[in-house]
């Protein structure tokens, strides 16, 4: 496959969505002259006395935080879902709607404002995924969730509104599209071949050593095949797990020690505060036989050549595919030369 794929645009497939990407190798050597966003390090106190999530703090919606030591989660003071919305539909001719409950926490990573993921030790981070699990359990226990989704936005460049280390849970009474789209390929998969789709795709890429950028005993991360943005990253499982609450302690403090190598070489390669969006898809929590599922996280960062040149989804890509310019090779390359 090799020098094809590097040269020569073509199409990827990405399995867990049925969808293809554009791939444009030859474009990385046009020169830039577009839109550049200001990443700089931040220097912030361990402390802020105006942020919402600090501990002691009182948060806009008017609670106050109690002064939490390791890892704090909250109701989310202004919901995108809300959990006592009354049922209701529309469905008049060609327009359909219907309502939509749900419950959406904020985690708070650790009290020290100055810090993100990749400046957190690798204990602190197990407490995150600890916490990750419990909410996932609690909520996908409720009668009225399918569907847990967490997440995490770094930085302003991504939307994210308060520079304290934290992320999101989003749990909701439908299955989102995304997750949708993976669990319908999963499924036929798994009904064709009797296993896991992405065990399977792991032994592949193990046996090519592409894009494998870390390793530890229970965990790979990688640049998929099928990768859209320029430094898309996956962690998964080695062996098939539906979900994070079957992550035992050992493969607990496996799975941060994986968050901390790949947010540590994020920072390394424009030297900032690396921003990008993460999430774990995992399976519905529906009462279903949801046995074709393999759990894994996603880290979708937005910088394309340098710390203030980004990458944007506009264009070909809002109406007709996904594309990149850097391959997926190029890319696992080089974070892996940053993974210490």
């Known amino acids: 496959m090799g020098s094809n794929l590097q040269d020569y645009s073509h199409r990827r497939f990405n399995i867990l969505s049925g969808e293809w990407v554009l791939v444009s190798p030859h474009r990385a050597k046009r020169p830039w002259q577009g839109q550049e966003e200001e990443i700089l390090w931040e220097s912030r106190p361990a402390y802020d006395k105006d942020c919402y999530l600090c501990p002691g703090n009182t948060r806009a919606g008017g609670h106050t935080n109690p002064d939490y030591q390791d890892t704090f989660v909250f109701t989310n003071d202004f919901s995108a879902l809300l959990k006592d919305t009354g049922p209701f539909s529309v469905d008049n001719g060609l327009l359909k709607a219907q309502s939509e409950t749900g419950i959406c926490k904020v985690i708070c990573f650790s009290p020290d404002h100055s810090k993100s993921l990749a400046e957190m ?78 065990g399977d795709y792991l032994e592949q890429e193990i046996q090519l050593n592409e894009r494998i950028i870390y390793e530890n005993e229970h965990f790979l991360i990688l640049v998929p095949f099928w990768a859209v943005w320029p430094f898309e990253t996956m962690i998964v499982p080695r062996v098939q797990q539906t979900d994070i609450s079957a992550l035992d302690a050992s493969q607990r403090l496996s799975f941060a020690e994986a968050i901390s190598a790949l947010t540590k070489a994020y920072d390394r390669i424009f030297n900032c505060s690396f921003p990008y969006s993460s999430g774990i898809h995992q399976a519905p929590v529906n009462g279903q036989n949801n046995q074709h599922w393999h759990w894994h996280m996603s880290f979708y960062p937005p910088l394309l050549r340098s710390a203030s040149v980004k990458k944007f989804m506009v264009g070909y890509e809002m109406f007709g595919s996904p594309q990149r310019d850097i391959t997926a090779e190029i890319a696992a390359q080089r974070l892996k030369e940053l993974i210490s």
């Open 121 to 198: 030790e690798v204990e602190a981070i197990e407490k995150v995924v600890k916490l990750w699990q419990s909410e996932f359990r609690s909520l996908g226990a409720l009668e009225t969730i399918n569907y847990v989704q967490i997440f995490e936005n770094k930085g302003a460049v991504m939307g994210c509104s308060n520079p304290h280390p934290h992320g999101q849970i989003w749990s909701q009474s439908t299955v989102p599209n995304e997750v949708a789209k993976k669990d319908r390929q999963q499924l036929n998969y798994f009904k064709e071949n009797k296993s896991s789709l992405l």
